[in-house]
Nanobody, 114 residues
Framework: VELVETGGGFVQPGGSLRLSCAAE????????LKWYRQAPGEERALVAT???????VYADSVKGRFTISRDNTKNMMYLQMNSLKPEDTAVYYC?????????WGRGTQVTVGS
């Protein structure tokens, strides 16, 4: 299993970014996928989940601002982030549990500042 995140960067408050996660090594369409983030000095926290049935669940802190999606034809997961705040600054990771094993990407840095 391999997960590779891209799309991070620096953005001003109120701006937008779209993160991508490219996946390979498993039957992508069958698995629930997640985005996590880790801010400096904090534990990794769940941001959003998308099921194989496209059901979406969000952390309260990002509801109404972030949208998780997936394209099973491309083995890709996305996180559209709008109305970004300084507190969204973190490294963002994609995650999948396959064959009872946790799999993480290396992460992509998102920095929100002025």
């Amino acid at each position: 299993v391999e997960l590779v995140e891209t799309g991070g960067g620096f953005v001003q408050p109120g701006g937008s970014l779209r993160l991508s996660c490219a996946a390979e090594g498993f039957t992508f369409a069958l698995y629930q996928l997640k985005w996590y983030r880790q801010a400096p000095g904090e534990e990794r926290a769940l941001v959003a989940t998308i099921g194989s049935d496209q059901k979406r669940v969000y952390a309260d802190s990002v509801k109404g601002r972030f949208t998780i999606s997936r394209d099973n034809t491309k083995n890709m997961m996305y996180l559209q982030m709008n109305s970004l705040k300084p507190e969204d600054t973190a490294v963002y990771y994609c995650y999948v549990r396959v064959w009872n094993r946790e799999n993480w990407g290396r992460g992509t840095q998102v920095t929100v500042g002025s």
